[in-house]
């Protein structure tokens, strides 16, 4: 810091300024992928409770740590690797009074992102009952045994999944993902292999099992998980648009 403030050089300043910015920005990417589980997580045991148990719990305390503390950790650190996204200096400087959990980012993740997860999350459980006998039933659905296993197993396989959407719709917060490139970071990629081998072996390893409390399920199943992938950033691509249209909108109105 010292160094900025002794150099005359404005190129050096810009360059301090625009870093500081990006670092900001990367913290509230993280943050939102982060937040963005919290929702399929909890609602699990919403409806478990709203049902009187009639519903059973789709993901359980074990299944959640293995996401939080295991498949979302090394996807996470690559957001905070994010180069500056286009633009970033063309805006006016921030509040000093904004946190970086603002609520923008908290309506993006938990009342946007958030439901479109857990619609996915009980809709990959469902499917597990619905192809084993119990085509059709919402209710009164064996909360127990290796059906049961095997259906949260999905439920928390399809958390993963659809995390990887949302990796990459959180590398962007106006601009479309696809004007930064897929490759453009290439630790995003290591997470996402990371995240995948590791709810391979907590779905099929046995040791895994016994600790997380899963059951294997047909591998033609990833099929139906991995078409939900790309929901949350679809998803979070249309609201991009819809932003950069109401903005220029604004600008040609000229409102401030």
């Keep these: ?31 939102g992928y982060i937040f963005t589980s ?21 993901l359980n305390v074990m299944h959640i740590l293995a996401v939080d503390l295991g498949t979302d950790l090394v996807p996470a650190l690559a957001l905070g690797a994010e180069k500056a996204e286009p633009g970033i200096m063309e805006r006016p400087p921030r509040n000093l009074s904004e946190h970086v959990i603002t609520p923008a980012l908290l309506a993006r993740a938990y009342m946007f992102l958030g439901p479109l997860q857990s619609l996915a999350v009980m809709a990959a459980f469902y499917h597990q009952y619905w192809s084993h006998g119990y085509a059709g039933q919402w209710l009164g659905l064996p909360s127990e045994g290796p059906l049961y296993a095997s259906a949260t197993a999905m439920a928390l396989a399809c958390v993963v999944t659809t995390q990887i959407g949302n990796l990459f719709a959180q590398r962007t917060e106006r601009i479309s993902v696809l004007s930064v490139g897929l490759f453009s970071n290439r630790l995003l990629w290591v997470g996402v292999a990371t995240e995948l081998a590791l709810i391979v ?30 929901l949350l950033l679809v998803a979070d691509e249309g609201r991009k648009f819809l932003l950069r249209a109401w903005e220029r909108r604004r600008i040609q109105g000229g409102e401030p």
């Design 1 to 31: 810091a010292d160094m900025i403030l002794t150099d005359d050089n404005f190129a050096a300043i810009v360059h301090a300024i625009e870093e500081g910015r990006t670092v900001y920005a990367n913290i509230k990417k993280f943050t």
């Design 38 to 58: 919290n929702t399929p997580e909890a609602v699990p045991f919403i409806l478990f409770a709203l049902s009187g148990g009639r519903i059973p719990l789709a």
């Design 201 to 230: 072996l907590i779905v099929y390893a046995p040791p895994l099992q016994s600790v997380v409390g899963t059951e294997s399920f047909d591998p033609g199943n990833w099929l139906f998980l991995f078409a939900w992938a790309p």
